[in-house]
């Protein structure tokens, strides 16, 4: 069975920052595209960063992140994480991990981020 684990949410003021990380298990998890995506009241899920599979060594992300925001993975861990810094209160919603593969894919239950004014 796999399952995707966030954590590292919370409330933080506009200019601080968070660590998110997504620990997955019952899968091969290198074989796997991760991404973040997030989910704002009132609004759709969009996605915020992806890394590649295997080394990771290829990321994006959507306009409003960059520069500011990191996606990383750890495969000996089975982690992938999104550093966030310099928080806006636009950043403020659920925050999921996604794991992709030809054939799958899978969600995480989602951590919440909080940014105040």
Same mark, same amino acid.
């Given at each position: 069975?796999?399952?995707?684990?966030?954590?590292?949410?919370?409330?933080?003021?506009?200019?601080?920052?968070?660590?998110?990380?997504?620990?997955?298990?019952?899968?091969?998890?290198?074989? *796997?595209?991760?991404?973040?995506?997030?989910?704002?009241?009132?609004?759709?899920?969009?996605?915020?960063?992806?890394?590649?599979?295997?080394?990771?060594?290829?990321? *994006?992300?959507?306009?409003?992140?960059?520069?500011?925001?990191?996606?990383?993975?750890?495969?000996?861990?089975?982690?992938?994480?999104?550093?966030?810094?310099?928080?806006?209160?636009?950043?403020?919603?659920?925050?999921?991990?996604?794991?992709?593969?030809?054939?799958?894919?899978?969600?995480?239950?989602?951590?919440?981020?909080?940014?105040?004014?």
């Amino acid at each position: 069975q796999v399952q995707l684990v966030e954590s590292g949410g919370g409330l933080v003021q506009a200019g601080g920052s968070l660590r998110l990380s997504c620990a997955v298990s019952g899968t091969i998890f290198s074989a *796997n595209i991760m991404s973040w995506y997030r989910q704002a009241p009132g609004k759709q899920r969009e996605v915020v960063a992806v890394i590649g599979s295997g080394g990771g060594g290829t990321t *994006n992300y959507v306009d409003s992140v960059k520069g500011r925001f990191t996606i990383s993975r750890d495969n000996a861990k089975n982690t992938v994480y999104l550093q966030m810094n310099n928080l806006r209160p636009e950043d403020t919603g659920i925050y999921y991990c996604k794991a992709f593969r030809v054939g799958s894919t899978y969600w995480g239950q989602g951590t919440q981020v909080t940014v105040s004014s």
